[in-house]
């Protein structure tokens, strides 16, 4: 049963706790559940492993996390965009798992299926398949993951509806559905909770039976990881861009592409 909270605060308080392993949703900074975030930074546990694609950037999405001290393992694909996940993984104060994206992925969904592990050839012969099982199918070597479940899914959702079915927005949607799967209690902030009616279920792609807290997340300016602007071209032509609508002047930079 899906419930209501009024804030990301109240939908934690009485939940997390020290030594947790968190699956957080996101790619990069598109799709982050920013105020959950922010809620468990402010709950503070300690000693969190934290499994997630990547862990934001300096002091944004899982980044105020470590700032804060609080992570003690990660398991990710990418960290190359924080400097202080660097320096504490250099420092010995961070245990680090990276996973192949694919890998990270498949862990998810496994866990979320009830599947305890699985047969895959990436990372044979590297160092990711140290220590790990291995085992010869139809003259192919094959090394075997875990899938997993975390104590906590923190989710962000697009639209919503009060029974929790859940709908994403572009390439926000990344890894958020398999996060939501994957949770022993999963949270989730939605821009958007219809509370008259239901989502249409032909468009439904986390069913409301994974989601067992929901919030409505607070308005925000969604932060862009790396923005590449250009110069707006002069002169006409009609392969050239219409002029900006706010009124910026002809010259002024022009993003040419942002996450979501």
């Known amino acids: 049963m899906t419930i209501i909270y009024a804030s990301a605060a109240d939908a934690l308080r009485d939940l997390v706790r020290d030594g947790d392993t968190i699956a957080v949703g996101g790619f990069g900074l598109s799709g982050n559940p920013t105020d959950l975030i922010e809620a468990l930074r402010d709950s503070g546990a300690r000693d969190l492993t934290i499994v997630s694609n990547n862990m934001g950037v300096d002091g944004k999405g899982l980044g105020i996390l470590l700032e804060n001290q609080q992570v003690a393992k990660v398991l990710a694909s990418y960290v190359g965009e924080n400097k202080l996940f660097a320096q504490q993984f250099l420092s010995g104060e961070l245990d680090v798992e990276f996973v192949p994206q694919g890998t990270l992925a498949e862990r998810l969904r496994a866990g979320g299926a009830g599947i305890p592990a699985f047969y895959t050839k990436t990372g044979v012969g590297t160092p990711v398949a140290e220590g790990k099982p291995h085992a010869d199918f139809d003259g192919e070597t094959?090394?075997?993951?875990?899938?997993?479940?975390?104590?906590?899914?923190?989710?962000?959702?697009?639209?919503?509806?009060?029974?929790?079915?859940?709908?994403?927005?572009?390439?926000?949607?990344?890894?958020?559905?398999?996060?939501?799967?994957?949770?022993?209690?999963?949270?989730?902030?939605?821009?958007?909770i219809d509370d008259e009616a239901y989502l249409d279920p032909d468009t439904v792609v986390t069913p409301g039976i994974f989601v067992q807290r929901l919030v409505m997340a607070l308005p925000k300016v969604k932060d862009i990881e790396q923005r590449t602007v250009r110069q707006r071209p002069t002169g006409g032509g009609a392969n050239q861009p219409a002029p900006a609508s706010d009124g910026a002047a002809a010259d002024s930079p022009t993003p040419t592409f942002a996450t979501a």
């Open 142 to 192: 094959y090394l075997l993951e875990r899938g997993i479940v975390a104590d906590i899914a923190l989710v962000h959702a697009f639209r919503a509806d009060r029974a929790g079915n859940l709908v994403y927005r572009h390439t926000a949607r990344n890894f958020n559905p398999l996060v939501a799967t994957a949770g022993r209690t999963t949270l989730v902030e939605a821009e958007h």
